[in-house]
């Protein structure tokens, strides 16, 4: 696990920086442009220097490269440093085949989760929400009948009674049918909720997620890296 | 689990209760002004006597009232009410408010043999010149 790795770094300081110039008069500029999807890739050249950069220098002389990037076979080039020249590398790398199949079948699980997690989730809160409705225009109707009655109960007016009476049965109506259409929604949004549980826990306990391991072939190898304060060498025990 | 179940129950509960049918919606009858008034009689019979008025005329009066708490919230200063006793004249009363906030009105008729009278009283709607809930009550002085 690359967690329980412990990742040691040595720096080499100045002095190092110093001979390093010195046996890099002979040195030639590599640039790699490594075709793929996301952008990434790592060079192991001569089985040995890890590059994680498109460019490097090189002390000139002939090269053996594996080019690798997640989701993509391991791809061989081989190249040329000339002293002070720029050796461009390009490489196509492919689709590795495991992880053609993690795609797939990460596609497949995503297919089986919005069936039983997303879909369910979403008829119940359109259940809900449509209970919601319901439930706000029939208490904004009873608000507006029991008005009503209470001025029914007040008038002397005969015409107004009449008016009372009209808009009262109207509302009445509305309110009947908010309130049915509360209940069935409410119902069906509990039941949609049940389902959505029940669903979820059975996709859950029986469906596993597919994974796909992101670690780099090169991850135990070490790897020299310059800069312009000194050099690293990171390795990995363990 | 059982605590989300007793939870969900409670809720239902709340809304069912809160969301419930208005029965007074279906009912809406109570008002003596209404056409489609279904309540009881509105006025009752206080008092039915024998009495000689300032003619020296014999005449049964029959005295009744309209209580406030019959009338809707919003009261009127008078109530026109039309009477009649038995096939005798009728008669329209402009029954005003008393210091009670009852509506007290009478009606004197001439004596009959069969000693009963029946006292009808309706409500008078002015703008439709019609009396509506009508109610008849039969007394003896």
Redesign the interface.
């Known amino acids: 696990m690359v967690t329980n790795q412990f990742i040691v770094r040595v720096l080499l300081f100045n002095f190092c920086l110093l001979s390093f110039h010195a046996a890099g008069q002979n040195k030639g500029v590599v640039k790699f442009q490594i075709e793929n999807d996301n952008g990434y890739f790592e060079v192991l050249v001569n089985d040995t220097l890890l590059i994680k950069k498109y460019q490097d220098s090189l002390p000139e002389g002939n090269y053996t490269a594996q080019v690798w990037s997640q989701g993509y076979d391991v791809k061989d080039a081989d190249f040329t440093i000339k002293k002070d020249s720029v050796t461009l590398v390009y490489l196509k790398l492919d689709r590795s085949t495991a992880y053609a199949a993690y795609n797939q079948s990460y596609r497949n699980y995503r297919i089986k989760f919005h069936k039983s997690v997303t879909v369910p989730v979403c008829v119940s809160l359109g259940f809900a929400i449509t209970g919601g409705v319901f ?1 706000i225009r ?2 904004d109707l ?1 608000k507006r ?2 008005l009503d ?1 209470a001025n ?8 107004e ?2 008016l ?2 009209i808009a ?2 109207e ?2 109506k509305k ?2 049918l908010m ?1 049915t259409g ?2 069935v929604s ?1 119902g069906l949004a ?1 039941l949609s909720i049940a389902t959505t549980i029940y669903t979820s826990i059975k996709f859950k306990n029986n469906i596993e997620e597919p994974t796909y391991s992101k670690l780099s072939p090169f991850n135990d190898k070490m790897t020299l890296q310059f800069n312009g304060n000194g050099a690293a060498i990171i390795f990995r025990i363990g | 689990m059982m605590k989300n179940l007793i939870l969900v129950m409670s809720l239902i509960f709340v809304l069912t209760s809160c969301l419930k049918k208005i029965d007074k919606a279906d009912n809406l009858n109570t008002n003596i002004f209404d056409k489609e008034y279904a309540g009881p009689c509105w006025f009752t019979i206080e008092d039915t006597y024998t009495y000689i008025n300032g003619n020296g005329q014999t005449r049964v009066r029959t005295e009744a009232v309209l209580y406030e708490s019959k009338m809707p919230g919003l009261k009127p200063s008078s109530v026109k009410i039309n009477c009649q006793v038995n096939d005798q004249q009728s008669i329209l009363l402009n029954v005003i408010t008393n210091y009670n906030g009852d509506y007290p009105f009478y009606y004197d008729a001439i004596p009959e043999s069969s000693n009963e009278y029946c006292f009808e009283a309706g409500i008078y709607l002015e703008a439709e010149d019609s009396i509506i809930n009508k109610f008849t009550v039969c007394t003896q002085p």
């Open positions: 439930m029939a208490f009873q009948i029991n009655i029914y109960s007040q008038t002397p007016n005969p015409t009674i009449d009372l009476k009262v049965a509302n009445n309110y009947n309130r509360f209940y409410t509990l």
